[in-house]
Nanobody, 122 residues
Framework: QVQLVESGGGLVQTGGSLRLSCVAS????????IGWFRQAPGKEREFVAC????????WYQESVEGRFTVSRDNAKNTGYLQMGSLKPDDTAIYYC???????????????WGQGTQVTVSS
């Protein structure tokens, strides 16, 4: 089992920035790719970004490319999602997830955090 705890969400104005953290425990962190997903009110949960085991490869949803940066620090068992140029459409609950391989498919992720709310005001 891997336990994941997200933090860093909050209320920010349009154009602002936030950094989400995802702290893992329970298993060797570097054995897992880390994905970030989000769910806006009334919408399906969607892929945002993911980072490979050592952080050398990253993938993004098109709408966040160039604004968000996904990374990890294996020494701290922590994944990050740096979000910039935030828009009201980015308002959602953000989840981190862990899986043995990187994927944009949420069904393929084994372990999930509880989520952290991000609200972007216009």
């Amino acid at each position: 089992q891997v336990q994941l705890v997200e933090s860093g969400g909050g209320l920010v104005q349009t154009g602002g920035s936030l950094r989400l953290s995802c702290v893992a425990s329970g298993h060797t962190f570097e054995n897992y790719a880390i994905g970030w997903f989000r769910q806006a009110p009334g919408k399906e949960r969607e892929f945002v970004a993911c980072v490979s085991h050592q952080g050398s490869n990253t993938w993004y949803q098109e709408s966040v490319e160039g604004r968000f940066t996904v990374s990890r620090d294996n020494a701290k068992n922590t994944g990050y999602l740096q979000m910039g140029s935030l828009k009201p459409d980015d308002t959602a609950i953000y989840y981190c997830a862990a899986n043995h391989y990187a994927s944009a498919e949420e069904d393929e992720y084994e372990f999930w955090g509880q989520g952290t709310q991000v609200t972007v005001s216009s």
